[in-house]
């Protein structure tokens, strides 16, 4: 790539691609490419005020997963909309098209939308901002398994750093059921192949869990497993959040 | 958890956060007017097993099935349970396998909310709970991603291994709503599954090994769907401090939050989704998929016997 002396410019040429073998995902000996233990999350980096233009930003990477959220109002509800005593959540999620390996594909996630609504209003104290409106938005810069769970951190973090009042901070988890392993904090090869999911939402110092989501079959005592992963994961991944506002906030007073 | 009437003054209450609410932007409008007095004796109903229409708790409505209500499609059912009434229909068509999964035919869920049930649901009013029930029909029935636990054998319905399948198109109909729409719409894809007729395929044999082989879809003879493992849903709604089954939509208004929970006959659970915000404590969750397991078994038994009722009327 660097430049020789003299000769023809160099032209950036990308580096080989290596021919990932396929490992079958079928066997009980399944390796996480990148290491980890079946039960070890990825490292999470999150900083808020990412965005200046907005009330409130925050932006959450996890391994490849990239996700940016920022957070605007409380702002005047549209006229057309009905006289409310508390405020109004709007919430999107949008996927970039390169957030994906294959352009344009990560674009049929239209229920995420849904389902961040769900997860966050439980957690919002809506009575204090009546007859106004707060927009959260969801950019999904890069797709890399787990998207959603990381969304939800992540927009709960930007809703703190608006200032917006809330019960608690909302920390999701998700976990994968690849043939009788319980993965947690699945990549995107674990979860095209999974043969179950688990999601949940909760504030971690209330002990609440605010939206579950389980695809595929699921026995009782995976039931009890997955779901004792998830709220320790989350638990943990709450202490992560609550030190990023605190290092935000001591930054912004020196 | 207060009620007031809106600026127009016309009996229009707005339902506030405790509540179901439907859409992020406009609140549950009109479906279920309620005042104080009412609100209270159906919270102390169940608080009581008592409920407003005499059931216990854990009681469903009485069901009624009837298959094969639309002829042009390949299997339907219509459904009522009480006051709600929805119609599913299941039609076949012939397409091209996934390439990631060539082994396997395709299925798609959708629901339609009809706005002979609510006024609110004409134009894109209904569309919100549309979405909301397809997605989670979707979950509960399909399964994994890679297709594992699915309620329907996805693996049956190949003619052509990666180049020719059937995919199954499984449309929902809401015509009446009177509560409990989630079981209702599972109940029906289940009768309609079980009515489903895929027409035999017979492949034109010596063609070669390019594009479109030819095949010939036969108009007599149809190959009945396996629905043993098409699970159940059951939807706890939690009013108070106790779960009720089968809520009606006054029952509904009044709750906390609801899980619905999909379960197949061996008992394992296949999907589990939760609707409105407010927070549950772990433990009640569980405690919720154990009644529901619970409950599940008599529904299933139920359900059977009925569509099987229903198919035997149908052959007259």
């Known amino acids: 790539m660097a430049g020789k002396g003299g000769s023809a410019p160099a032209t950036y040429s990308p580096s080989p691609t290596v021919q990932k073998k396929k490992t079958s995902i079928f066997q009980e000996d399944w390796v996480r490419p990148d290491g980890r233990g079946f039960h070890q999350c990825r490292p999470a980096f999150f900083r808020t005020g990412a965005v200046n233009a907005a009330s409130g930003s925050a932006y959450a990477e996890f391994g490849n997963t990239k996700i940016i959220v920022s957070v605007f109002g409380p702002r005047e509800s549209k006229k057309a909309m009905m006289y409310s005593d508390i405020g109004r959540l709007n919430c999107n999620v949008s996927y970039t098209t390169f957030a994906s390996p294959v352009r344009g594909q990560g674009s049929d996630h239209k229920e995420y939308t849904a389902m961040l609504h769900k997860a966050l209003e439980g957690a919002i104290i809506l009575e204090s901002f009546p007859k106004t409106t707060v927009d959260v938005f969801a950019l999904v810069l890069e797709s890399g398994g787990s998207d959603l769970p990381v969304v939800i951190s992540c927009a709960s973090l930007a809703l703190a750093d608006a200032g917006i009042m809330m019960y608690d901070l909302v920390a999701s988890v998700s976990v994968s059921c690849l043939s009788k392993n319980l993965v947690i904090d699945p990549i995107f090869e674990e979860e095209n192949s999974q043969d179950g999911s688990l999601m949940i939402t909760c504030m971690p110092s209330r002990y609440e869990i605010t939206q579950l989501t389980f695809t595929g079959e699921w026995s009782t005592p995976k039931i009890d497993e997955g779901m004792q992963l998830c709220l320790d994961a989350c638990a943990k991944l709450a202490k992560i959040m609550r030190s990023c506002l605190k290092e935000a906030a001591s930054d912004s007073q020196e | ?316």
């Not at chain 2, 932007?25 to 007017?33: D, K, L, P, S």
């Not at chain 2, 997605?135 to 291994?161: F, P, R, Y």
């Open chain 2, 1 to 316: 958890m207060v009620l007031r009437p809106s600026q127009s003054g016309n009996i229009f209450w707005c339902v506030y956060l405790n509540e179901y609410k439907l859409r992020s932007t406009i609140f549950v409008e009109a479906m279920v007017g309620l005042s104080l007095g009412e609100q209270h004796f159906i919270q102390g109903g169940i608080a009581q097993d008592l409920r407003c229409d005499g059931r216990k708790r854990l009681t469903y409505r009485p069901i009624y099935v009837e298959t094969g209500v639309i002829p042009q499609a390949n299997g339907s059912a219509r459904v009522r349970m009480g006051a709600t009434d929805v119609i599913a229909s299941v039609k076949a068509e012939l397409g091209k396998p996934s390439s990631l999964q060539p082994n396997k035919g395709k299925v798609s869920i959708h629901i339609d909310c009809s706005s002979t049930a609510e006024p609110a649901f004409e134009g894109r009013g209904g569309d919100e709970l549309s979405a909301e029930l397809s997605n989670a029909l979707q979950s509960c029935l399909l399964g994994g991603k890679s297709g594992e636990g699915a309620g329907i054998d996805l693996s049956s319905l190949i003619v052509i291994e990666g180049k020719i399948c059937w995919d199954l198109y499984i449309d929902g109909l809401v015509v009446s709503s009177d509560g409990n729409l989630l079981d209702t719409l599972g109940a029906a894809i289940k009768a309609a599954l079980s009515n489903t007729g895929i027409p035999r395929v017979q492949v034109a044999a010596g063609e070669s090994s390019d594009d479109q082989p030819e095949v010939d879809i036969s108009d007599e003879e149809f190959l009945q769907f396996d629905t043993s493992g098409v699970p159940v849903i059951v939807t706890l709604t939690k009013v108070g401090r106790h779960y009720i089954v089968d809520a009606t939509s006054e029952e509904e208004s009044q709750m906390s939050s609801a899980i619905s929970i999909s379960v197949n006959r061996q008992g394992h659970i296949c999907g589990i989704t939760k609707r409105g915000g407010a927070g549950m404590d772990p433990s009640i969750i569980l405690d919720m998929v154990s009644v529901a397991k619970h409950v599940s078994e008599q529904l299933i038994n139920k359900l059977d016997s009925e569509i099987a009722s229903a198919e035997a009327e149908d052959q007259e």
